[in-house]
């Protein structure tokens, strides 16, 4: 069984920066595709980024190009997702999830992650 531990959630004004991780319960970290999922209070859960931690290849929604960076440390069993710019539309509690071997072809379709964390939560005031 994969756990996996989420943390790094507060709050913060906008234009503020969080970092979260993602903790392994074992190597499953390694070799696996990784992702961070968030929902918002009455809204869907929705794909944020994802990486397939073998070959460091990343995905992104088109509402956090180039504010959010998900990365990796196999050696930690660990994924991180820096959030720099925030909004407050990004406010939502933020999910792990994780699948093996490979990425799902629509990596942001929530069904096809079997893993997932308890999430942590993220604010952002204006």
């Known amino acids: 069984q994969v756990r996996l531990v989420e943390s790094g959630g507060g709050s913060v004004q906008t234009g503020g920066s969080l970092r979260l991780s993602c903790v392994a319960s074992?190597?499953?970290?390694?070799?696996?595709?990784v992702g961070w999922f968030r929902q918002a209070p009455g809204k869907e859960r929705e794909g944020v980024a994802r990486?397939?931690?073998?070959?460091?290849?990343?995905r992104y929604a088109d509402s956090v190009v180039g504010r959010f960076t998900i990365s990796q440390d196999n050696a930690k069993n660990t994924v991180w997702l820096q959030m720099n710019s925030l909004k407050p539309e990004d406010t939502a509690m933020y999910y792990c999830?994780?699948?093996?071997?490979?990425?799902?072809?629509?990596?942001?379709?929530?069904?096809?992650?079997?893993?997932w964390g308890q999430g942590t939560q993220v604010t952002v005031s204006s």
């Open positions: 999830a994780a699948v093996s071997p490979y990425c799902p072809a629509v990596w942001a379709e929530v069904s096809a992650w079997p893993y």
């Open positions: 074992s190597e499953y970290i390694v070799s696996r595709c």
């Open positions: 990486i397939y931690t073998a070959l460091g290849g990343t």
